[in-house]
C-alpha cells in the first residue's frame, strides 16, 4: 500500500532496514549508551509524559516519521483547524471544540460559549445547591444522561473518571442504548421527584436518544409529575434548539452547542452539562483548562517534541508499514475504565474512512481498530494473546503516578504490572532461557514458554488523574487524530458510515411492526429474521 507523499516511501525502505531488529538489542547496556533510549525517546507535554523508546523505532525512525507529518501538512490543517477554517469539507463545517477551551478573548465564538458556559454553571450550581428542586419540592438526587455517541461517551468516561471529586448527594447515570433494559434498568428504582433527565443530542433526531426521551417523559407522567412540572425534570442540550423545544422543553431549559463542535469533540461544551454538575463548574474548568493545556503544545511545540504529533506518527508507523490491524489502549487505572470506548468513537468514527479529501479513494490503511481495558484486568484475560499470539498489537500503557485512594499496597502492585508487562513485551524470552525455565526434565516445554517478544508499546504518565491532567489526556488523543487523519488525507470530522445502517433500520423497523403485510424486499437472510421476529413481538 502506497502513499503519494515522498517520505512514505523513504519509510518503505526504512521499515525493510530495521523490522527485523531486536528491540532487545537496542536496549542492551553495551548499546543503549547515554543518551539511552529511554532519554532518547520520553517526551512530555500538557503535563502529560510520553515514553516512546519501547518502540520499534530509531532516531532515523522519528526523523522519518516527523517528516512525513510535515509533508503532509499537518502544521498548516492543525492552525486552519484552531482558526476556524472549513477543515470538515464534506459538511461545510468548521471545527472548534479547541475554541472551547480557549481563554483568550478573541478566540473564535468567544462571547457566545462564555454565555452559553455560564448558564451551564449557573444551572449546575442550581442542582448541586439543591436550590433547583422537583415537582414535590426534594432536591435532585440523581441526573439521568440521555444520549448516544458523543453525546454519551464523553460524559460518561469524564464522570466515572472523576467519580472522586462527584458531589456525593447527586449520583450520575447514563443511557443510550436504544435496548429499553438500558432505561428501565437505570429508573426502575428511581424516585421520579428527585431525578433530573437531561437529553443530549446535537440533532435531536437520533432514533435511540429520542426513544430514550419519550420514554422517560411518560416515566415521569405516569409517577406523578405534572406535566406543567415536567420542566423542573427535563433539560436539553442541542445544537437544534427548535427542536428540543418541538418536543416540550421549556426553552429556558434548553443549552445550545453548536454545528461547528463534531459530536465525538463535544464533552467540552454543554454536552458536558452532566460532567459540570457532578464536578462542579470549577473543576469543569480545569477540565478545560488542561485541554487548553495540550491545546497550547499542540499548536507550538516543533513537531520532533509534539506528543499529539509523536503519538499520531508512531500510530501510522504500525498501522502502514508493519501492517497492525488494531492497537490496544490499557489504561493502568480504574478511574478510566471507559477511555476505550471513548476513543474508539474518537478514533474509529473520526479516521475509519476510505475516500481521501479529493475524492478519490485511498490505496493505503486507514484507521487502526481501537480496543482497550484497564490494567490489570486485561493481562487475565487477553494478554496471552499480545505475548504469545501471532498478530502485532501496538499498545498505549497508560499509568496515573499517584492513587486517588488510601488504600495501602494497592499502587505500588498496579503500577509494578503496568511497568513490567511492557517489559516483558518488549524483551521477550529466547528459546536459551525457556531451557533453563524448564529444566532438563521438561524440554518440551520450550516452545511453550518462549515469548517472540519485540512487541512494542507507548507508556503515557500521569502525575494524579486531576480534571486538569484528564482534559490533557482527551486533548492529546483528539489532535492525534488530526495528525493521523491529514497524513491519510482524509476528513476526520464527518461520518457518511452510519447513515446506511441508519436508513435500512428504519424500513427493517416497518415490516417489523407493520401488521399483516408479507415482508418481501429483502435479501433471504434479512427477511427471514424480520419474520421470526415478528412472531416473538406478536406473542
Ligand atoms: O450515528 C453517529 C452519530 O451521529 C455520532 O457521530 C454522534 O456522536 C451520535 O450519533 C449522536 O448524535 P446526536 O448527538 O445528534 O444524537
Redesign the pocket.
Known amino acids: 500500500m502506497t502513499n503519494p507523499l515522498p517520505t512514505w516511501s523513504a519509510l518503505q525502505t526504512h521499515y525493510e532496514q530495521i523490522r527485523d531488529e531486536k528491540l532487545r538489542d537496542w536496549f542492551a547496556p553495551a548499546n543503549d549508551t547515554a543518551p539511552t533510549r529511554a532519554e532518547r525517546f520520553t517526551f512530555s507535554g500538557g503535563g502529560i509524559g510520553a515514553d516512546l523508546s519501547k518502540n520499534r523505532i530509531t532516531d532515523a525512525t522519528l526523523e522519518l516519521l516527523v517528516q512525513l507529518a510535515r509533508e503532509a501538512g499537518v502544521e498548516a490543517r492543525r492552525d486552519a483547524m484552531f482558526k476556524g477554517e472549513i477543515v470538515n469539507p464534506t459538511e461545510g463545517r468548521a471545527v472548534l471544540h479547541t475554541a472551547l477551551r480557549a481563554t483568550e478573548a478573541n478566540a473564535p465564538f468567544h462571547k457566545e460559549i462564555t454565555a452559553e458556559r455560564a448558564k451551564m454553571a449557573k444551572f449546575a450550581d442550581a442542582v448541586r445547591s439543591g436550590a433547583w428542586t422537583g415537582y414535590t419540592g426534594k432536591r435532585i438526587r440523581h441526573v439521568v444522561n440521555i ?5 454519551d461517551l464523553g460524559p460518561k468516561m469524564v464522570v466515572h473518571a472523576l467519580q472522586h471529586l462527584e458531589l456525593p448527594e447527586i449520583t450520575s447515570h447514563f443511557v443510550s442504548n436504544v435496548d429499553g433494559a438500558d432505561l428501565w434498568r437505570t429508573i426502575e428504582h428511581l424516585d421520579p421527584a428527585e431525578t433530573l433527565a437531561i437529553i ?4 435531536f433526531t ?1 432514533l435511540e ?1 429520542m426513544t430514550n426521551a419519550r420514554s422517560m417523559r411518560d416515566w415521569f407522567v405516569k409517577h406523578g409529575c405534572p406535566e406543567g412540572d415536567l420542566a423542573k425534570h427535563f433539560v436539553g442540550v442541542s445544537a437544534n434548539p427548535a427542536e428540543v423545544v418541538k418536543f416540550g422543553i421549556a426553552r429556558d431549559n434548553v443549552f445550545e452547542m453548536w454545528d461547528w463542535v463534531g ?2 469533540y463535544s464533552l467540552w461544551s454543554a454536552v458536558g452539562l452532566s460532567i459540570m454538575i457532578a464536578i462542579g463548574p470549577k473543576q469543569f474548568d480545569e477540565l478545560l483548562a488542561g485541554a487548553h493545556d495540550m491545546d497550547e503544545h499542540f499548536r507550538t511545540a516543533p513537531l520532533e517534541k509534539n506528543l499529539p504529533v509523536l503519538l499520531g506518527m508512531i500510530g501510522i508507523w504500525y498501522r502502514n508499514f508493519f501492517g497492525s490491524q488494531s492497537y490496544l489502549v490499557a489504561p493502568y487505572s480504574e478511574a478510566l475504565h471507559f477511555l476505550p470506548s471513548y476513543l474508539q468513537q474518537l478514533e474509529m ?1 473520526s479516521n475509519g474512512k476510505q475516500a481521501r479529501l479529493d475524492g478519490k479513494f485511498v490505496d493505503y490503511a486507514t484507521s487502526a481498530i481501537t480496543w482497550g481495558e484497564p490494567g490489570t484486568n486485561g493481562q487475565h484475560a487477553f494478554f496471552q494473546m499480545l505475548h504469545q499470539g501471532t498478530t502485532l498489537v501496538p499498545i498505549d500503557f497508560i499509568a496515573v503516578l499517584t492513587p486517588e485512594h488510601p488504600l495501602g499496597d494497592h499502587h505500588p502492585k498496579l503500577l509494578a504490572n503496568c511497568f513490567a508487562q511492557s517489559e516483558a513485551l518488549m524483551l521477550g524470552r529466547t528459546e536459551e532461557e525457556a531451557r533453563k525455565v524448564a529444566g532438563p526434565d521438561k524440554p518440551e516445554l520450550v516452545p511453550h514458554i518462549m515469548f517472540p517478544g519485540n512487541r512494542p508499546t507507548t507508556t503515557l504518565l500521569v502525575d494524579a488523574l486531576t480534571a486538569r491532567s484528564l482534559g490533557a489526556l482527551i486533548a492529546l488523543y483528539e489532535h492525534k487524530v488530526l495528525v493521523q487523519g491529514t497524513v491519510w488525507d482524509i476528513n476526520s470530522f464527518d ?1 457518511w458510515g ?1 447513515e446506511l445502517g441508519k436508513i435500512l433500520g428504519k424500513v427493517v423497523e416497518a415490516d417489523l411492526t407493520a401488521p399483516g403485510a408479507e415482508v418481501k424486499q429483502h435479501d433471504s437472510s434479512t427477511s427471514a429474521l424480520i419474520a421470526r421476529a415478528r412472531a416473538a413481538l406478536k406473542r
Not at 444520549?147 to 453525546?151: C, Q, V
Not at 443530549?200 to 440533532?203: A, G, I, L, Q
Open positions: 444520549g448516544i455517541g458523543g453525546s443530549v443530542s446535537k440533532t437520533t436518544t459530536g465525538r468514527e461520518q452510519v
